[in-house]
């Protein structure tokens, strides 16, 4: 189980990331050489306790969506709030990430 949220963690952040030049795709075919494998276990945890100390509602948001795969409609139901609401808060808290990991130095996701 710990494998499976590790990988959609990993996922999640490469496509938040896609465009923030943090993220660098490579051939999907290409197999990781074991210092890559290191390298992205480390970046996973890197993430994970970035997520752990983002602010109670977002860091909710982030791990329900991501983590539980429910929809912004669920998440919203759940916490009586918008839709619109909660990808308002979706939206901080991807930011807030972003911040805290280009702070924290380079951090590059590669597949």
Do not use: C, N
């Amino acid at each position: 189980m710990q494998a499976l949220m590790d990988l959609a963690v990993g996922l999640a952040v490469g496509f938040m990331l896609e465009d923030t030049g943090l993220y660098a795709g490579e051939d999907a075919e290409q197999r990781p050489t074991a210092y890559e494998s290191l390298a992205w276990k480390e970046a996973i945890q890197k993430l994970a306790r970035e997520v752990a100390g983002l602010p109670d509602r977002e860091r909710l948001i982030v791990r329900r969506h991501y983590f539980e795969g429910l929809t912004f409609d669920q998440i919203g139901a759940l916490l009586g709030l918008t839709k619109g609401r909660i990808s308002q808060l979706h939206r901080a808290a991807l930011a807030l990430l972003k911040k805290r990991l280009r702070k924290a130095g380079e951090f590059r996701l590669e597949r």
